[in-house]
């Protein structure tokens, strides 16, 4: 990306200053370099100016999508620049009723894939200070030198296994297809869990689970997650307790992804936001295994006019109880 | 899993809190009742007007409270009484079932069965079948909250 | 703090055997909000009634739980005690300690602690129950019935019988359904028309009945006692106030197309109706083929008309009206069978479907009534008649038995052999299935006295050979190939349901099957009732069924109906969904679980900065909602909520419960 990075940027910022100056829209969600070099930083752009400070680089890994639940309340026409992730976001929030699709123009930009700094890191083994992309490969700068490696296999753990870097939704396309991926195998995590004891399994989730900090992060980052009051906050009932012991952790994370059971759109967005890692993609991604087992492949985000399947049944439905 | 939760737990009768729906399950245990068809105390019954009322946050929470195994019992699919319950509460449940033995829970804790209103006998062999496996398996330690049981 | 007053039975020994009643009242005087406790022998009794009663009026008591025998048995009972006490009804709880556990636990040791548990329960919820009402609802004292078919005339009759007022809507030009299309009936071989036409001249002239045809359905809103429905008046182009029906109008015009009525196998005018005893005796104009419409010239039926009664300007209309109840009664079809290419149905004039052959019966039909083969007008010597086209056929068609093809083949066979006593038939079935009053005595008939060869199996192919057609058959039960020279093949083909049957549902709010047959309510207790209240089925459109089944169902459906508008006011149920609606995403995925479409968007304003927002909410309709929870259990953040079994509710249930073990 970062080689025609300068065109690329050119052609969206083109596109999309002539949608905002000419009326057509009254905000443009894109990115913005943060403090960092290595981050990008939501960008909430109204004027030309404002426009300057877009960028579209290896970073901007965050999911613009959800922002428009704030700002579709502030804004009548909202622009978004849509990767493949924040374009099955769109269409999860669509089908939930949270946006109106014909407030939004979504500017749909073939993604590469999102670069991450610790991996950059634990490649270059040394604090990385920047990076040039040429032909797939990336240098990676640090104090002392210089480290070449696949682009592939700096990923983002959310953009390794994404099947669709092409938005399945938009009004233009900026930039030319990257092309369907590969499926990887996403699910061979949830398949070396399956296969660990229920003592071992539960072992292993009290301890990832333990770390957990109660931010709601992961809730904030994410697309399915659009209630007005989350349960966790709600007093009446209190379905939530607040004290930081297993119990509870077990609670809020079992109920965070059983609410995106054949929902989830698999962004990757909860995990990236966690400050902890918690592999919380496994819980979600088990979930959409075993769905798809039971009731038929669905993906969620890819056609919003597509029933998800714990909204709809067929009488001869299999079950996964003992006694079927 | 604090050694509290195991001295409270140990020696007891386990708990099995089980969902009946008022149209089959419930009139079947009503059966069971009436044709004296005996089976272990230590099932109490929640009644919900049918199985697709139960959000899965009601069987995390009597975990947490310290059921031993929950059992949702609803119409046979096709026989629901609001025609389509049970069949999305099939989904939803075989759904949550597959996450919480992912959790680690062991797949016997959490079972849903299909009991009509004709079968005591079901009723009855059932809440047996499923005290046995319970007592088998041993308390359950897993998302317990050690406090609540201090209440009393 | 609810003040809350647990009362124990003994009901005799049947509690008190195995429960320790001491030990339990002592137990629920420390339950949390429980400031009275007391026991009784029968407190179902009225002497039990009364210690309740007394007992709410002499402690202030606002919430009740009574430890007795199942809800099922006395809820009613004690909800009504209360309710004499000043006590809403519904802030009374019933622990089951009879059915649920007495009964069922062998001694005290058993029986007192899990008593105790389930008081403690029902106390806990009880302290959050609410004063509930049942929705009152007006109902309007009109019934629709969608359908003129034998189904919905039956209706319709018993409906206007019973003195209320009843719309048919037909779809077709008359009212008379299949029924109309066929010679004879079975097992009575009396002549259809015959039965059928005093029907329909009856439901034409009742004074409470108002036939509505060449009409369709538009869209239903509203609910039980109050349905909201728009109905297109498609335009005939012939004022059926002038009209005579003299026939001069159809006997002038030139254009002609295939007669819907014969099937296809006859042609018809373009000013027409259907057939001869149509009613209402009012021709309409098929736009599709009149000559005025399509060149603007001919008007020769407008020139013809003694009372100029044809109108090229009508238009259609819509009508608008509100019914109490709806009865559904829109029939089946048949299926083609032109996917059994090996049948070679539609390649050759003389292989037809039963519903075809029948015409040729009819002496207005086809051929006057003369069975001949249409290829060449001579009459067959040999008949063959195949069962199961397209029914109990997993891979190709339905899996379902159409139910009247046995029957009706029997009765085409004897027919067949009073109007051409040399013409010998065959059936190739599967099994033959004649349950009904007469049915299998009809059927010996046929094969017994009417030469009728019965052979069970399958045929793999029909083809033409000179002038025959050669059925190449197995005979299953001699395990020996058959191939007979017939002149004719008749296709039992099955019978489905119509292909708009789930467009319609949607329209009116009911649900279609995999075959998409409407459903009943409940397959063997309510077998005419849908899942929306008010809301009936009758006849075909359910499932394939006879005539005498149709009119029972259709009378059932009547009674049904009849039920529903004779009452003042409607109760209806108090355990409803309530929507917060500050809370409310409206993502509406209740909406998608509600049986009942009791779920629909609302818009609210709300505010928002120095202005308003508009959004979007789930708003219950009290009126349709039966209380099933499943919208409650699928909200994630707990917005929807059923009254009477709340989120609250279930959760300090299953609090209490686990607080002992």
């Given at each position: 990306?970062?080689?025609?990075?300068?065109?690329?940027?050119k052609?969206?910022?083109?596109?999309?200053?002539?949608d905002?100056?000419?009326?057509?829209i009254?905000?443009?969600?894109?990115?913005?370099?943060?403090?960092?070099?290595?981050q990008?930083?939501?960008?909430?752009?109204?004027?030309?100016?404002?426009?300057?400070?877009?960028?579209?680089?290896?970073?901007?890994?965050?999911?613009l999508?959800?922002?428009?639940?704030?700002?579709l309340?502030?804004?009548?026409?909202?622009?978004?620049?849509?990767?493949?992730?924040?374009?099955?976001?769109?269409?999860?929030?669509?089908?939930d009723?949270?946006?109106?699709?014909?407030r939004?123009?979504?500017?749909?930009?073939?993604?590469?894939?999102?670069?991450?700094?610790?991996?950059?890191?634990?490649?270059?083994?040394?604090?990385?200070?920047?990076?040039?992309?040429?032909?797939g490969?990336?240098?990676?700068?640090?104090?002392?030198?210089?480290?070449?490696?696949?682009?592939?296999?700096?990923?983002?753990?959310?953009?390794?296994?994404?099947?669709y870097?092409?938005?399945?939704?938009?009004?233009?396309?900026?930039?030319?297809p990257v092309g369907?991926?590969?499926?990887p195998?996403?699910?061979?995590?949830i398949?070396?869990?399956?296969?660990?004891s229920?003592?071992?399994?539960?072992?292993?989730?009290e301890?990832?689970?333990?770390?957990?900090l109660?931010?709601?992060?992961?809730?904030?980052?994410?697309?399915?997650?659009?209630?007005?009051?989350?349960?966790v906050?709600?007093?009446?009932?209190?379905?939530?307790?607040?004290?930081?012991?297993a119990?509870?952790n077990?609670?809020?994370?079992?109920?965070?992804?059983?609410?995106?059971?054949?929902?989830?759109?698999?962004?990757?967005?909860?995990e990236?936001?966690?400050?902890?890692?918690?592999?919380?993609?496994?819980?979600?991604?088990?979930?959409?295994?075993d769905?798809?087992?039971?009731?038929?492949?669905?993906?969620?985000?890819?056609?919003?006019?597509?029933?998800?399947?714990?909204?709809?049944?067929?009488?001869?439905?299999?079950?996964?109880?003992?006694e079927? | 899993?604090?050694?509290?939760?195991?001295?409270?737990?140990?020696?007891?009768?386990?708990?099995?809190?089980?969902?009946?729906?008022?149209?089959?399950?419930?009139?079947?245990?009503?059966?069971?009742?009436?044709?004296?068809?005996?089976?272990?105390a230590?099932?109490?019954?929640?009644r919900?007007?049918?199985?697709?009322?139960?959000?899965?946050?009601?069987?995390?929470?009597?975990?947490q409270?310290?059921?031993?195994?929950?059992l949702?019992?609803g119409?046979?699919?096709?026989d629901?009484?609001?025609?389509?319950?049970?069949?999305?509460?099939?989904?939803?449940?075989?759904?949550?079932?597959?996450?919480?033995?992912?959790?680690?829970?062991?797949?016997?804790?959490?079972?849903?069965?299909?009991i009509?209103s004709?079968?005591?006998?079901?009723f009855?062999?059932?809440?047996?079948?499923?005290?046995?496996?319970i007592?088998a398996?041993?308390?359950?330690?897993?998302?317990?909250d050690?406090?609540?049981?201090?209440?009393? | 703090?609810?003040?809350?007053?647990?009362?124990?039975c003994?009901?005799?020994?049947?509690?008190?055997g195995?429960v320790?009643?001491?030990?339990?009242?002592?137990?629920?005087?420390?339950?949390?909000?429980?400031?009275?406790?007391?026991?009784?022998?029968?407190?179902?009794s009225?002497m039990?009634?009364?210690?309740?009663?007394?007992?709410?009026?002499?402690?202030?008591?606002?919430?009740?739980?009574?430890?007795?025998?199942?809800?099922?048995?006395?809820e009613?009972?004690?909800?009504?005690?209360?309710?004499?006490?000043?006590?809403?009804p519904?802030?009374?709880?019933?622990?089951n300690?009879?059915?649920?556990?007495?009964?069922?636990?062998?001694?005290?040791?058993?029986?007192?602690?899990?008593?105790?548990?389930?008081?403690?329960?029902?106390?806990?919820?009880?302290?959050?129950?609410?004063?509930?009402?049942?929705?009152?609802?007006?109902?309007?004292?009109?019934?629709?019935?969608?359908?003129?078919?034998?189904?919905?005339i039956?209706?319709?009759?018993?409906?206007?019988?019973?003195?209320?007022?009843?719309?048919?809507?037909e779809?077709?030009?008359?009212i008379?359904?299949?029924?109309?299309q066929?010679?004879?009936?079975?097992?009575?071989?009396d002549?259809?028309?015959?039965?059928?036409?005093?029907?329909?001249?009856?439901?034409?002239?009742?004074?409470?009945?108002?036939?509505?045809t060449y009409?369709?359905?538009?869209?239903?809103?509203?609910?039980v006692g109050?349905?909201?429905?728009?109905?297109?008046?498609k335009?005939?182009?012939?004022?059926?106030?002038?009209?005579?029906?003299?026939?001069i109008?159809?006997?002038?015009?030139?254009?002609?197309?295939p007669s819907?009525?014969?099937?296809?196998?006859?042609?018809?005018?373009?000013?027409?109706?259907?057939?001869a005893?149509?009613?209402?005796?009012?021709?309409?104009?098929?736009k599709?083929?009149?000559?005025?419409?399509?060149?603007?010239?001919?008007?020769i039926c407008?020139?013809?008309?003694?009372?100029?009664?044809?109108?090229?300007?009508?238009?259609?209309?819509?009508?608008?009206?509100?019914?109490?109840?709806?009865?559904?009664a829109?029939?089946?079809?048949?299926?083609?069978p032109?996917?059994y290419?090996?049948?070679?149905?539609?390649?050759?004039?003389?292989?037809?479907t039963?519903?075809?052959?029948?015409?040729l019966?009819?002496a207005?039909?086809?051929?006057?009534?003369?069975?001949?083969?249409?290829?060449?007008?001579?009459?067959?010597?040999?008949v063959?008649f195949?069962?199961?086209?397209?029914?109990?056929?997993?891979?190709?068609?339905?899996?379902?038995?159409s139910?009247?093809?046995?029957?009706?083949?029997?009765?085409?066979a004897?027919?067949?052999?009073?109007?051409?006593?040399?013409?010998?038939?065959?059936?190739?079935?599967?099994?033959?299935?004649?349950?009904g009053?007469?049915?299998?005595?009809f059927?010996?008939?046929?094969?017994?006295?009417?030469?009728?060869?019965?052979?069970r199996?399958q045929?793999g192919?029909i083809?033409?050979?000179?002038?025959?057609l050669?059925v190449?058959?197995?005979?299953?039960?001699?395990?020996?190939?058959?191939?007979?020279?017939?002149?004719?093949?008749?296709?039992?083909?099955a019978?489905?349901?119509?292909?708009?049957?789930?467009?319609?549902?949607?329209?009116?709010?009911?649900?279609?099957?995999?075959?998409?047959?409407?459903?009943e309510?409940?397959?063997?207790?309510?077998?005419?009732?849908?899942h929306?209240?008010g809301?009936?089925?009758?006849?075909?459109?359910?499932?394939?069924?006879?005539?005498?089944?149709?009119?029972?169902?259709?009378?059932?459906?009547?009674v049904?109906?009849?039920?529903?508008?004779?009452?003042?006011?409607?109760?209806?149920?108090?355990?409803?969904?309530?929507?917060?609606?500050?809370?409310?995403s409206?993502?509406?995925?209740?909406?998608?679980v509600?049986?009942?479409t009791?779920?629909?968007?609302?818009?609210?304003?709300?505010?928002?900065?120095?202005?308003?927002?508009k959004?979007?909410v789930?708003?219950?309709?009290?009126?349709?909602?039966?209380?099933?929870?499943?919208c409650?259990?699928?909200c994630?953040?707990?917005?929807?909520?059923?009254?009477?079994?709340?989120?609250e509710?279930?959760?300090a249930?299953v609090?209490?419960?686990?607080?002992q073990?």
């Amino acid at each position: 990306m970062a080689e025609n990075n300068v065109e690329n940027l050119k052609k969206i910022r083109e596109a999309v200053s002539q949608d905002l100056l000419g009326g057509r829209i009254d905000l443009l969600l894109g990115w913005e370099k943060g403090h960092y070099w290595w981050q990008s930083r939501p960008l909430f752009a109204r004027t030309e100016e404002d426009l300057e400070k877009l960028t579209w680089d290896s970073f901007c890994a965050i999911n613009l999508s959800r922002y428009l639940l704030d700002e579709l309340k502030d804004f009548q026409k909202v622009g978004v620049l849509v990767k493949g992730c924040d374009a099955r976001a769109f269409n999860r929030l669509l089908q939930d009723n949270m946006v109106v699709r014909d407030r939004v123009t979504l500017y749909g930009l073939p993604c590469p894939g999102m670069l991450d700094y610790d991996r950059l890191a634990e490649v270059a083994e040394a604090a990385p200070e920047g990076i040039i992309e040429q032909n797939g490969k990336v240098t990676i700068k640090t104090a002392d030198g210089e480290k070449s490696a696949d682009r592939d296999d700096l990923l983002a753990d959310k953009c390794r296994d994404c099947i669709y870097p092409d938005p399945v939704v938009y009004d233009q396309l900026l930039l030319s297809p990257v092309g369907k991926k590969e499926a990887p195998e996403k699910f061979t995590a949830i398949e070396k869990l399956e296969e660990m004891s229920a003592e071992e399994r539960y072992s292993y989730w009290e301890k990832e689970l333990s770390r957990c900090l109660r931010c709601y992060a992961c809730r904030q980052a994410c697309p399915f997650c659009s209630c007005r009051e989350c349960f966790v906050e709600q007093q009446n009932p209190r379905w939530q307790g607040r004290a930081y012991q297993a119990s509870e952790n077990f609670m809020f994370h079992l109920v965070r992804a059983y609410h995106g059971a054949g929902r989830c759109i698999d962004c990757g967005e909860c995990e990236r936001a966690c400050p902890v890692d918690i592999p919380l993609q496994e819980l979600n991604r088990k979930l959409t295994k075993d769905i798809n087992q039971l009731y038929g492949d669905y993906e969620a985000g890819l056609d919003a006019e597509l029933e998800p399947p714990l909204l709809t049944y067929r009488p001869d439905d299999p079950a996964a109880f003992s006694e079927k | 899993m604090s050694t509290a939760v195991n001295e409270t737990s140990a020696g007891k009768e386990p708990l099995i809190v089980s969902f009946c729906c008022n149209w089959c399950s419930y009139a079947g245990g009503d059966l069971a009742g009436t044709s004296r068809m005996s089976y272990p105390a230590n099932v109490k019954v929640i009644r919900v007007p049918c199985s697709g009322r139960i959000n899965p946050m009601f069987i995390l929470r009597a975990f947490q409270r310290g059921a031993d195994g929950v059992l949702v019992a609803g119409c046979h699919p096709g026989d629901c009484h609001y025609s389509t319950g049970n069949y999305h509460g099939r989904r939803r449940l075989s759904a949550f079932k597959r996450l919480v033995e992912f959790a680690g829970f062991e797949p016997e804790r959490f079972e849903v069965r299909w009991i009509s209103s004709s079968e005591g006998d079901k009723f009855a062999e059932e809440m047996t079948a499923m005290t046995n496996k319970i007592k088998a398996l041993g308390p359950n330690r897993k998302m317990r909250d050690a406090r609540w049981q201090k209440i009393t | 703090m609810p003040r809350t007053g647990v009362f124990l039975c003994h009901c005799g020994s049947n509690i008190a055997g195995t429960v320790n009643i001491d030990q339990t009242i002592e137990a629920s005087r420390n339950f949390p909000g429980v400031v009275h406790v007391d026991e009784y022998r029968y407190l179902c009794s009225e002497m039990g009634q009364d210690i309740i009663k007394k007992a709410i009026e002499d402690n202030n008591l606002d919430r009740v739980v009574v430890g007795t025998c199942s809800p099922r048995m006395h809820e009613n009972t004690f909800r009504k005690a209360a309710a004499e006490a000043g006590l809403n009804p519904y802030l009374l709880e019933v622990a089951n300690i009879r059915e649920h556990c007495s009964w069922v636990h062998k001694d005290m040791e058993e029986g007192t602690p899990k008593a105790i548990a389930l008081l403690r329960a029902a106390a806990a919820k009880v302290a959050l129950n609410e004063a509930l009402e049942a929705p009152k609802l007006e109902v309007e004292k009109r019934a629709l019935v969608i359908g003129g078919g034998i189904a919905g005339i039956q209706a319709a009759l018993d409906i206007a019988e019973a003195g209320y007022p009843v719309d048919i809507v037909e779809r077709e030009p008359s009212i008379g359904g299949r029924m109309a299309q066929l010679e004879k009936t079975f097992p009575t071989l009396d002549c259809s028309a015959c039965i059928l036409t005093p029907k329909m001249v009856e439901a034409a002239q009742h004074p409470n009945i108002n036939l509505i045809t060449y009409a369709e359905v538009e869209e239903v809103n509203g609910f039980v006692g109050q349905f909201d429905v728009k109905i297109k008046q498609k335009a005939r182009y012939v004022d059926p106030v002038k009209c005579t029906g003299c026939g001069i109008c159809w006997e002038k015009c030139p254009a002609k197309a295939p007669s819907e009525f014969e099937m296809g196998l006859a042609k018809r005018k373009s000013i027409y109706v259907p057939f001869a005893q149509a009613v209402p005796m009012v021709p309409v104009i098929d736009k599709e083929t009149c000559l005025y419409f399509r060149k603007g010239r001919c008007q020769i039926c407008e020139k013809e008309c003694p009372p100029q009664a044809i109108d090229y300007e009508q238009q259609d209309e819509i009508i608008e009206r509100r019914y109490g109840a709806i009865v559904v009664a829109t029939g089946f079809d048949q299926m083609d069978p032109s996917i059994y290419g090996e049948y070679g149905y539609g390649q050759h004039p003389d292989i037809l479907t039963g519903l075809e052959f029948e015409r040729l019966f009819n002496a207005s039909g086809p051929t006057g009534g003369k069975v001949v083969r249409l290829s060449d007008g001579k009459p067959p010597k040999k008949v063959v008649f195949i069962q199961c086209v397209g029914s109990r056929d997993k891979a190709r068609g339905m899996n379902y038995c159409s139910k009247i093809c046995c029957m009706f083949t029997a009765k085409q066979a004897i027919l067949l052999k009073e109007k051409l006593p040399d013409a010998k038939s065959y059936v190739f079935y599967i099994d033959v299935r004649t349950a009904g009053k007469g049915y299998e005595e009809f059927q010996r008939r046929a094969a017994e006295e009417y030469d009728v060869a019965y052979l069970r199996g399958q045929v793999g192919k029909i083809f033409p050979e000179g002038d025959h057609l050669v059925v190449h058959g197995v005979d299953s039960l001699s395990g020996k190939v058959v191939d007979i020279k017939a002149d004719m093949v008749v296709l039992s083909a099955a019978s489905i349901a119509r292909a708009d049957a789930p467009e319609l549902g949607r329209k009116i709010g009911i649900n279609t099957d995999s075959y998409n047959f409407f459903n009943e309510a409940h397959p063997k207790l309510k077998p005419v009732e849908t899942h929306t209240a008010g809301i009936f089925i009758a006849g075909a459109c359910q499932t394939p069924k006879d005539i005498p089944d149709t009119v029972a169902q259709a009378s059932a459906a009547a009674v049904k109906a009849v039920g529903l508008l004779s009452k003042e006011m409607l109760q209806g149920e108090a355990c409803t969904a309530e929507v917060d609606e500050a809370e409310c995403s409206g993502c509406l995925h209740c909406v998608a679980v509600c049986p009942y479409t009791a779920i629909d968007a609302k818009e609210i304003e709300e505010r928002y900065g120095d202005g308003t927002l508009k959004r979007t909410v789930a708003e219950v309709n009290p009126a349709l909602c039966q209380g099933c929870g499943s919208c409650s259990a699928i909200c994630r953040s707990g917005s929807i909520n059923q009254k009477g079994f709340s989120n609250e509710q279930i959760l300090a249930e299953v609090d209490a419960i686990c607080l002992q073990r």
